[in-house]
T-cell receptor, first 113, second 117 residues
Framework: KQEVTQIPAALSVPEGENLVLNCSFTDSAIYNLQWFRQDPGKGLTSLLLIQSSQREQTSGRLNASLDKSSGRSTLYIAASQPGDSATYLCAVHSGGGADGLTFGKGTHLIIQP | NAGVTQTPKFRILKIGQSMTLQCTQDMNHNYMYWYRQDPGMGLKLIYYSVGAGITDKGEVPNGYNVSRSTTEDFPLRLELAAPSQTSVYFC??????WGGGADTEAFFGQGTRLTVV
């Protein structure tokens, strides 16, 4: 059964710093990996989707990488801002049907002004 | 573009009561999903649907029922509410579920926070 782990569980950094969030998964046979942002009391917002054949995806100050063979993905946030404060979730798509998306528990990120 | 809309946003139920969580999407997506999120845990799949009239169980289906009469709507029914069903419920949709391409990107609603007392 696929398992997804996110490290660290929480992170607090000063504004302006570059930072990396980590995601690891146990079964490398994945279709894709998706990074989400969740604000308190809100839904999930899709940030980036990396297909299994891709190595990285970029959107603005966000860059996500994927190393399928080692079961790892990173989300790089450049020049962090207080508005980046949220919980970041990693989800792995391992197949259709009941497999659905397997989520990590998230990294709670606080950017200090 | 509204995306995925869930109602209600909050609800308190007494043990044994029943309710329906509503979910509708306007993206013409074939696939719809219900997840629950418990504190400190990853989201768990309750039920999913591959199209109107077709539903199937996810990882944690016990105590829930679903139906899919139209492409747009995917309601989740709790028949006999129990304290263990206290959670935040998310509905999601995607155009596809297979192949891993961009069309499998999942879009989520704002969630329903349910408390059973």
């Amino acid at each position: 059964k696929q398992e997804v782990t996110q490290i660290p569980a929480a992170l607090s950094v000063p504004e302006g710093e570059n930072l990396v969030l980590n995601c690891s998964f146990t079964d490398s046979a994945i279709y894709n990996l998706q990074w989400f942002r969740q604000d308190p009391g809100k839904g999930l917002t899709s940030l980036l989707l990396i297909q299994s054949s891709q190595r990285e995806q970029t959107s603005g100050r966000l860059n996500a990488s994927l190393d399928k063979s080692s079961g790892r993905s990173t989300l790089y946030i450049a020049a962090s801002q207080p508005g980046d404060s949220a919980t970041y979730l990693c989800a792995v798509h391992s197949g259709g049907g009941a497999d659905g998306l397997t989520f990590g528990k998230g990294t709670h990120l606080i950017i200090q002004p | 573009n509204a995306g995925v809309t869930q109602t209600p946003k909050f609800r308190i139920l007494k043990i044994g009561q029943s309710m329906t969580l509503q979910c509708t999407q306007d993206m013409n997506h074939n696939y719809m999903y219900w997840y629950r999120q418990d504190p400190g845990m990853g989201l768990k799949l309750i039920y999913y649907s591959v199209g109107a009239g077709i539903t199937d169980k996810g990882e944690v289906p016990n105590g829930y029922n679903v139906s899919r009469s139209t492409t747009e709507d995917f309601p989740l029914r709790l028949e006999l509410a129990a304290p263990s069903q206290t959670s935040v419920y998310f509905c999601a949709s995607s155009y596809s579920m297979w192949g891993g391409g961009a069309d499998t990107e999942a879009f989520f609603g704002q969630g329903t926070r349910l408390t059973v007392v």
